[in-house]
DNA sequence: AATTGTCACTCAGATATAGAGAGTGCTAGA
DNA sequence: TCTAGCACTCTCTATATCTGAGTGACAATT
């Protein structure tokens, strides 16, 4: 365990460093201290050796280590209280009865992406979470129709396709009657399976043409698993942070962005406000992710805030914990 | 005009500096031209003081200017014939029966974009484009209703909403039934306007808490304005061109992708393919932008591939002839 | 035993200098 | 009209030097 006025110099010492990200010299802290510099470094010397500091050369300031991270987030951090100017800001969203839950929980991300500068994801309840409410098809100009899916939660995709001359309306409403019949209720990840081995058989019997409309709606399924539901705001807040000014880590975290299936890990079991820390979190080792469980009228989810790992964790979990006290019902 | 010499030295020069990404020096081109490089250089002075070439600094090679690409691609680029590998490539994708039309242009510019390491762009048609064609309202659990809305190029865009309790079935289906009675064939740009003055003021006789509703739909339709049916294929392709190599023309480009309405005016008038070089477009000066319109099935929209101004033209405006010749109907 | 003052030492970053190489413009001659 | 040659310019790279921030260690002080 570490000393008490250890602690106050690593605390001082986090907080020096989000606020500059330059790393922190014995000097600054004992103006606070109001200690010599020497105590400070020797204090220094003993948070290093226990790895809650590092050094990026022999004669440099100290950096937090992930360790010393962890150790603020755990047991220094207060959570920061609220301006009133921000809390504001989220309530006029909250008391804006006229947008729906999920535009409200993007707005309040917008600004919190806006007032953190990090970049904020919103990741959707998961196709397993999912099931099948109705399915239909609807035909349009020309031939061509969509097959729209909608799930309990009220998720909708839909597929175009083109479908030949001679099947009938009466045929494409045999089909959709019968996967409304024996498929609703069905979790999304398991109705490709049960599309497979129990509608094609029987409707390969009634309708001629299955093939066209039974992969319009093979595809419609698949597009819940690939999508997954998952959007970012603010996505170019974190480049702003000095941490990314160079082309390397700029280019890396972009394609990592992209690459959207890699932050699938952001999904969240637990029900509090969890903190990912550096190489803690599956997606990168140079950022720390926040992330939380929203439940806002049956609609669910995950919401996470992805920033450096020198990120202002007061302020965040304030946030974070002031929106879950507002949404989650 | 210029010169029959000097139009080959001009295309030297740029297929050379497209090649290397470095300004090109009179030595490398009189080795291809078989004369000295004296007699080169005085072609490039006059091509220089011409306008289609530039130096970056006194005594550097020659570095095309955007009249010079201009000129080439006007005058002295023909489109490069594909590689066989290339060309089956793209026909397994268009001879896959099973892709719908819209998956099988997304396959199309995916390798493309991986052929070309550059970033493809696709846009849907517009909402003006697209009309009403249907609208539904459907019950989920615990009072959440999902609303949809249907148009005839067979575009699908949903709201969820939480009801109040003394919300009946009939009412919603008053609701429904009417905008699909009256509104069905406008164009969705201006359903909003006909939905505030011609719909809501009869709900208002009929449905107690019409706002609800009313506002659902309202929100869905100006979905379409907003997402204009716009994505990226390969998005961090660009960023591994040389140009791009500085943080700050990445974070510029990076932001401009995000921002994505300054993209609209992607959007293309004329049938051809049609090269907007640096200046040209309205995007980014730094690059260029190929576009050209598709019509597949009734579905149309513009696809663009956005590249540095050191572009392959003549591989590009191939490619998109070959898929244009293959999926226009 | 903890704190402090002092001092030699280290390293990053800024600045200056020099040399090599690529490329040019210009001029005179073929 | 083309070419050879030469002086010149500028970038790029490498190297050296200097400065300032910061450290560790140790002896002196509280």
Chains 1, 2 share one sequence.
Do not use: W
């Not at 129709?145 to 045999?174: F, M, P, R, Y």
């Not at 081995?197 to 039974?214: S, T």
């Not at 603010?234 to 932050?263: A, S």
Request: hydrophobic share 35%.
């Amino acid at each position: 365990m570490i000393g008490s006025r250890e602690e106050q110099v690593l605390k001082l010492i986090i907080e020096e460093y989000i606020k500059t990200a330059k790393p922190v010299g014995s000097s600054s802290i004992c103006e606070i201290l109001e200690c010599s510099s020497a105590t400070i470094r020797n204090e220094m010397a003993e948070l290093e050796k226990l790895g809650y500091l590092e050094k990026t050369h022999i004669s440099s300031g100290r950096v937090p280590s992930e360790k010393g991270y962890r150790y603020y987030v755990d047991n220094l951090m207060k959570p920061k209280d609220m301006t009133g100017e921000d809390m504001l800001k989220l309530q006029t969203i909250f008391h804006n009865n006229s947008l729906q839950t999920s535009d409200a929980i993007n707005k309040c991300l917008e600004i919190i992406s806006d007032m953190t500068n990090y970049t904020s994801v919103i990741l959707g309840s998961s196709s397993s979470e999912n099931k099948l409410r109705q399915v239909e098809i609807l035909p349009l100009e020309d031939n061509n129709v969509v097959a729209i899916v909608i799930t309990d939660k009220g998720h909708v995709e839909h597929k175009n396709l083109l479908i030949s001359e001679n099947i009938s309306i009466e045929e494409i409403k045999t089909t959709t009657d019968l996967i409304n019949k024996l498929l609703v209720g069905t979790p999304i990840d398991e109705v490709s399976e049960k599309l497979e081995f129990e509608i094609k058989p029987i409707i390969g019997k009634y309708v001629k043409q299955h093939e066209a409309i039974y992969n319009a709606f093979y595809n419609a399924f698949s597009e819940f698993a690939t999508k997954n539901n998952m959007h970012f705001v603010g996505k170019t807040n974190i480049l702003k942070q000095p941490e990314f000014n160079n082309v390397d880590k700029l280019k890396k975290i972009i394609e990592k962005f992209e690459n959207k299936d890699i932050i699938n890990n952001i999904k969240e079991e637990d029900n509090g406000i969890n903190v990912y820390i550096g190489s803690e979190n599956d997606f990168d080792d140079d950022v720390t992710i926040i992330k939380t469980k929203y439940d806002i009228g049956g609609e669910n989810g995950t919401i996470a805030i992805v920033g450096p790992k020198r990120m202002e964790y007061d302020k965040v979990v304030a946030l974070l914990e002031y929106l879950k006290s507002n949404i989650d019902t």
